[in-house]
């Protein structure tokens, strides 16, 4: 993807339990950049992979596929005022996360953020019903 005027259409297949927040947030920023993104997700898309999904102009989701939100996780450690410092930052990720999950929709991202606190597993019908996704086929 050196040269982005050399493509028209991107096609990107996703099954991923995910990973690691800034690295998705870095596909997304990339992703971004292409005028016209199809994700389609068979099997999983969970976690950060959410953020991979949300680049797609298009966003589908196989009518087998799972989702799943959930808080930020990780390990904290140093003193007290770091460990702090590192909780309020996770926070932050996860306002952030929903917010771009919802793309922008402020009453959406509250949704999420209700369901990531749960650990939501979540359906194809499910993901397309919050509008993680813009169809499920078959």
Same mark, same amino acid.
């Given at each position: 993807? /050196?040269?982005? @005027?050399? =493509?028209?259409?991107? +096609? $990107?297949?996703?099954?991923?339990?995910?990973?690691?927040?800034?690295?998705?947030?870095?596909?997304?920023?990339?992703?971004? +950049? !292409?005028? @016209?993104?199809?994700? &389609? $997700?068979?099997? %999983?898309?969970?976690?950060?992979? !959410?953020? $991979?999904?949300? %680049?797609?102009?298009?966003?589908?989701?196989?009518?087998?596929?799972?989702?799943?939100?959930?808080?930020? &996780?990780?390990?904290? #450690?140093?003193?007290?005022?770091?460990?702090?410092? +590192?909780?309020?930052?996770? /926070?932050?990720?996860? /306002?952030? =996360?929903?917010?771009?999950?919802?793309?922008?929709? /402020?009453?959406?991202?509250?949704? =999420?953020?209700?369901? #990531?606190?749960?650990?939501? =597993?979540?359906?194809?019908?499910?993901?397309?019903?919050?509008?993680? $996704?813009?169809?499920? !086929?078959?």
């Amino acid at each position: 993807l /050196k040269d982005k @005027d050399e =493509y028209n259409d991107i +096609q $990107v297949v996703l099954c991923s339990q995910g990973g690691d927040t800034y690295s998705g947030l870095a596909i997304l920023g990339l992703l971004s +950049q !292409f005028p @016209d993104v199809e994700v &389609s $997700v068979y099997g %999983a898309c969970m976690s950060a992979a !959410f953020l $991979v999904l949300t %680049a797609g102009h298009l966003r589908r989701a196989h009518k087998q596929a799972w989702g799943m939100l959930h808080e930020d &996780s990780g390990e904290l #450690s140093g003193n007290t005022t770091e460990m702090h410092s +590192q909780a309020l930052h996770m /926070k932050k990720t996860d /306002k952030q =996360y929903n917010l771009i999950l919802a793309r922008g929709d /402020k009453e959406l991202a509250k949704q =999420y953020d209700i369901k #990531s606190i749960n650990h939501a =597993y979540l359906t194809a019908d499910e993901m397309l019903e919050l509008k993680l $996704v813009d169809e499920v !086929f078959e």
